[in-house]
């Protein structure tokens, strides 16, 4: 049996197996409550407090906060369903919006959800959200600490653009790129973490992050896109840790200060690359010449590699749980340099280890 549901006129009529005639009332009942039910479960637009939300399958989107408040605290419930989702442009131009506080119930934060909350300065994301899409919290022009979930698998193109004010970040371990302009003109970044996960660098990621120093770029980026780091002023080093990846056009315009360092047994990498010099990195410390081992002014080794290598030195007193605590930072002057630990006695053992600065 098929029914169809139309007007005629004043009455309801139905069709059942292709002939028309007017229902009962029980066949209008089953109609009019199966529509009513559908779009209830659809969506239901309301308003509780300064939040404006919409129910669909269970759960609660905040589609707009329209209070004055310069602390927020979002609700983790409404009408008992969990809020899951902060959704789009739902604080846009909340400029007077200092400290929000997003509850565990969030999984997806949707386009420009906090687009120009420029007075923001800092939040936590929490670690169930596993979304973060397209210029969320671009032009939050206060915002120097943001702290995101570990697992995100998702982060959209401009999701921190013109956030000037941004000092450092640790990117989630679940995402697979960095999207195209996440942190350009970001120009107070100085630190970011990249994990393992990041095979692709977007054009413009980096754009204009003239403060960024240092930078470790994981072993299975394959992709660094145009103009990723163009304007990185000071850029002085990047250490590469898989083999030479497929290069946009013009990554590294206007970082001139930039030294491209590659890891040992890796592929593909020239002097020049991406117009900028590439140099192994290499340091090694020599266990067989007459500097090793313990002195009277110290324990000491001379540490060899590539001319002019910066490096940093560690020591931590065990292996098993081992917390390493920087002691030195060397520059191996014509390849070479001399490490000298003037406190290994004060220990029950010493181990060392080199990093990049």
Same mark, same amino acid.
């Given at each position: /049996? &098929? %029914?169809?549901? %139309?007007? /005629? #006129?004043? $009455? &309801?009529?139905? *069709?059942? #197996?292709? *002939?028309?005639?007017? $229902?009962?009332? *029980?066949?209008?009942?089953?109609v009019l409550w199966w529509l009513a039910i559908t779009m209830l479960a659809t969506v239901a637009n309301a308003q509780v407090g300064d939040f404006r939300y919409k129910s669909k399958a269970g759960t609660i989107t905040i589609t707009k906060y329209i209070g004055t408040n310069t602390v927020v605290n979002i609700p983790a419930e409404i009408d008992g369903l969990p809020v899951t989702t902060i959704g789009s442009l739902a604080f846009d131009g909340q400029t007077t919006l200092t400290s929000i506080t997003i509850p565990d119930s969030v999984t997806r934060i949707k386009e420009k959800a906090f687009y120009r909350c420029s007075s923001l300065t800092s939040l936590a994301i929490p670690q169930g959200v596993t979304s973060i899409e397209d210029h969320a919290f671009s032009a939050c022009r206060s915002l120097t600490q943001i702290t995101l979930p570990d697992y995100a698998t998702h982060m959209g193109v401009s999701v921190f653009f013109a956030c000037d004010s941004l000092t450092n970040i640790a990117l989630p371990n679940g995402i697979t790129s960095i999207e195209d302009w996440s942190f350009l003109d970001c120009s107070r970044l100085a630190s970011i973490t990249i994990p393992d996960s990041v095979t692709n660098i977007g054009s413009l990621a980096f754009w204009g992050c003239c403060s960024l120093f240092s930078l470790i770029i994981p072993e299975g980026v394959a992709r660094v896109q145009d103009y990723a780091f163009e304007g990185c002023s000071s850029l002085e080093s990047l250490y590469f840790k898989g083999d030479a990846h497929i290069l946009g056009t013009s990554v590294f315009a206007r970082a001139n200060a930039a030294t491209v360092y590659y890891m040992p047994s890796t592929r593909g990498w020239t002097n020049a690359w991406g117009g900028r010099p590439a140099v192994l990195w290499n340091p090694l410390a020599q266990p067989n010449d007459g500097n090793f081992g313990p002195?009277?002014?110290?324990f000491g080794f001379t540490v060899t590699g590539s001319s002019n290598l910066v490096i940093v030195v560690e020591a931590a007193t065990n292996l098993a749980n081992p917390v390493w605590v920087p002691v030195s930072t060397l520059t191996l002057t014509n390849g070479f340099s001399f490490y000298n630990d003037t406190l290994w006695t004060n220990y029950p053992s010493r181990f060392y280890r080199f990093r990049a600065p």
């Open positions: /049996m &098929i %029914w169809y549901l %139309w007007t /005629m #006129n004043s $009455p &309801i009529h139905t *069709r059942l #197996n292709g *002939r028309a005639s007017h $229902p009962s009332r *029980r066949q209008v009942g089953l002195k009277s002014q110290g």
